[in-house]
């Protein structure tokens, strides 16, 4: 039961405080007066909820901070709840219990994070949380009647929430987590879980299919692969017989070649010898008659060479003589004779000496002149036969140097040398350009090299005589094509036993997993099964819940109707299958609820709230708020609502303490009525104004 009610500064009230006792109390005043303010300053206080839309807006115009306190009892014990918020949004709440005259702090604050909540320990207290005492005890201004106006389904919406069966929604959720985690927790270890067991199975049988169908394949290859073996092995015993004849064969066209090309190199050997030696007969030949006129050469040349020198000599001499002479010219025209007399003394002379006369002196000059031209052109005849001997002398030295190179010591030789040419040139004839087997013969005869491997391919020829090569490397590429072929035998049959290994591994692993789903099926069935009758909202639990919470209804609405004096006798709720229908009956008819006043539907709703009320709440807070419930009844039906509210809290506090809040602008129904608690609220320019009356 609440005790009392307490704002400060909290929407339009600056400071009220309520006192409430047991029965009806009642709040009388015009609208916007404040009266709906008490329920907001209820549910702030218990659970920190309201119907405005933000915190802030709780807080009375031109102040900082507001709070609402409520204060009630259960079961003797005597509550506080006080929350308080200022202008920046900040709360702070506090909830105590009164002992031994002390208020002692339960909880306070919100901090869930630290397992800490004020609504968590005042929802346990009271037995309901927010949303539970709305639908309980909260009878908002219009909605008296929506209970009959709601649709079936959304009736069993409420009654459900009414009866708690969301709880079982909760717990059916809980229970498909639980399913979950567990499912997820067997596929973390397993790899599957019990869906899987469908996919698991087919899969099974797929691999046992393929096991069965495997081992005949296994033997087919077995036996294929045996019989490969056995051929090979023969093919291999043939190639190693004549694998010593091939290597014959390849050392006989081994020496055959090193035969061919010894040949031809000799030849080139040879011909490369006649060449150097024809190239040498060349060169020397003519030199010994360039020997044999050695010495007439030489002593011509040294002839040649004297008297050219004996030339020069003579040409020299007259060449001084004309020096001489011409310095005597020189003198003679100074010595000349003028008028007889010498031109130095000046003596009478009557000639001059020779050596000193014109005539004389130009005549020598001319004949000495005469000789030194003859000279000279003998000089030119001498100097061109000594360049000619000495040419004749150098073609001698060459003759001599070519026979010393060539190491030619005298003509014989150079005889010698045109024999042996002519041999073997005789020999090169003999030996065929291009060598086939009839004519190794031919070849071996070059030298006694060549003659050794002639024999040497003879004995090679007789050991290979009648192999085929061509049969033998027939008889390799048979071995290797079935080599390859017996490799890919084996491939397929370690293919197969790795299949067959693996579908082993793979058939027992299904199988345990298979094993263990199975007993994962089995509870995770069991599970649904309880999920399904225990907790579903349409399951034997939540239907038998509602089967009684709707009879109980039935029961304490009928007995309601009775009280208020309707001639709607009875109420009976039933369930069908997404709905629950409400049917009224007086005597043994059955009434529309569409056809019913609405003072009737009125008084039906208010019956049904009280009836549902009573199932909610009827051990702990035990109160009930009517916004305006007196909308849509005619004066006499007001009346009889106080009347019967009167009746009910005197009737239901023989058993438990039962209150009415009334909230209405319809002072005048309580006159000459037994209700006593009226407060009556104004609205002033300092806020709600409160009175009790």
Not at 431 to 446: C, D, H, K, M, R
Request: glycine letters at 4%; a positive charge.
């Amino acid at each position: 039961m609440i005790t009392s009610v307490e704002l400060r500064d909290f929407l339009s009230h600056s400071d009220t405080k309520l006192d409430f006792e047991e029965g009806v109390t009642v709040f009388v005043g015009p609208n916007g007066a404040g009266k709906s303010s008490i329920m907001d300053a209820i549910t702030f206080a218990l659970f920190g909820k309201h119907t405005r839309k933000s915190n802030k807006g709780l807080i009375r115009r031109g102040t900082n901070q507001g709070y609402s306190k409520i204060r009630f009892s259960i079961s003797g014990n005597d509550f506080e709840a006080i929350r308080k918020i200022d202008t920046k949004g900040n709360l702070s709440s506090q909830f105590s219990e009164k002992k031994e005259g002390n208020w002692i702090p339960i909880a306070a604050g919100e901090r869930k994070q630290f397992g800490e909540s004020m609504t968590k320990e005042i929802e346990k207290r009271i037995g309901l949380d927010f949303e539970k005492l709305k639908i309980a005890s909260f009878v908002q201004q219009g909605e008296l009647n929506s209970i009959i106006k709601a649709k079936p389904k959304e009736f069993k919406e409420l009654l459900n929430s009414v009866i708690g069966i969301d709880k079982l929604d909760f717990a059916s959720g809980l229970m498909k987590i639980i399913q979950k985690k567990f499912r997820e927790k067997i596929q973390s270890d397993i790899g599957y879980d019990d869906t899987h067991i469908t996919i698991l199975k087919n899969n099974l049988q797929k691999i046992e299919n393929e096991f069965r169908d495997a081992k005949p394949r296994m033997e087919t290859l077995l036996n294929k692969k045996k019989k490969y073996e056995a051929e090979l092995s023969k093919l291999r015993d043939e190639i190693e017989s004549e694998s010593p004849k091939i290597d014959k064969i390849n050392q006989l066209e081994t020496r055959k070649t090193e035969l061919k090309k010894y040949a031809f190199e000799k030849i080139r050997s040879i011909k490369k010898e006649i060449t150097e030696k024809e190239r040498k007969i060349n060169d020397c030949e003519g030199c010994f008659d360039f020997l044999q006129r050695k010495a007439s050469v030489e002593d011509h040349f040294n002839k040649v060479d004297l008297n050219l020198e004996k030339t020069k000599e003579k040409i020299q001499e007259l060449t001084l003589k004309v020096v001489s002479l011409k310095e005597q010219q020189s003198v003679t025209e100074k010595l000349q004779l003028k008028d007889h007399r010498c031109p130095v003394c000046n003596s009478k002379v009557d000639h001059l000496n020779p050596l000193f006369q014109k005539e004389h002196l130009k005549k020598e000059l001319e004949t000495i002149s005469k000789k030194i031209i003859f000279l000279e052109k003998e000089k030119n005849d001498f100097n061109e036969k000594k360049v000619e001997f000495s040419e004749k002398l150098q073609r001698v030295k060459e003759a001599e140097t070519t026979l010393r190179v060539h190491s030619i010591q005298n003509l014989e030789e150079l005889i010698k040398i045109k024999k042996e040419i002519s041999r073997q040139k005789n020999d090169i004839e003999k030996i065929p350009l291009t060598i086939n087997g009839g004519e190794l013969i031919e070849v071996a005869s070059i030298d006694s090299h060549a003659k050794i491997l002639y024999n040497t391919i003879l004995e090679l020829e007789k050991h290979t005589k009648g192999f085929e090569p061509t049969a033998f490397y027939e008889l390799k590429k048979k071995l290797e094509q079935k080599q390859k072929e017996l490799s890919i035998i084996e491939q397929q049959f370690g293919a197969v036993i790795q299949k067959i290994q693996n579908d082993e591994s793979e058939i027992k692993k299904i199988t345990k997993v298979l094993n263990e789903l199975k007993i994962v099926k089995e509870y995770l069935f069991e599970l649904e099964r309880i999920q399904e009758n225990v907790f579903h909202r349409d399951g034997p639990v939540a239907t038998s819940l509602r089967s009684w919470a709707l009879n109980t209804i039935s029961i304490k609405t009928s007995d309601y109707l009775d009280m208020l004096n309707t001639k709607i006798q009875r109420i009976a709720l039933s369930e069908k299958t997404r709905e629950i229908s409400i049917t009224c009956f007086s005597g043994n008819s059955i009434l529309d609820l569409e056809s019913l006043s609405g003072g009737e539907q009125v008084s039906v709703a208010l019956a049904l709230r009280l009836g549902m009320a009573h199932l909610l709440g009827s051990s702990n807070l035990n109160f009930v708020i009517l916004d305006e419930p007196t909308t849509h009844l005619d004066e006499e039906r007001r009346k009889s609502l106080v009347m019967v509210l009167s009746q009910l809290s005197n009737v239901l506090n023989a058993n438990s303490p039962m209150q009415f809040i009334i909230i209405t602008h319809d002072s005048e129904i309580f006159e000459n009525s037994a209700v006593e608690k009226i407060y009556k609220f104004e609205s002033t320019y300092q806020g709600t104004k409160v009175t009790r009356l």
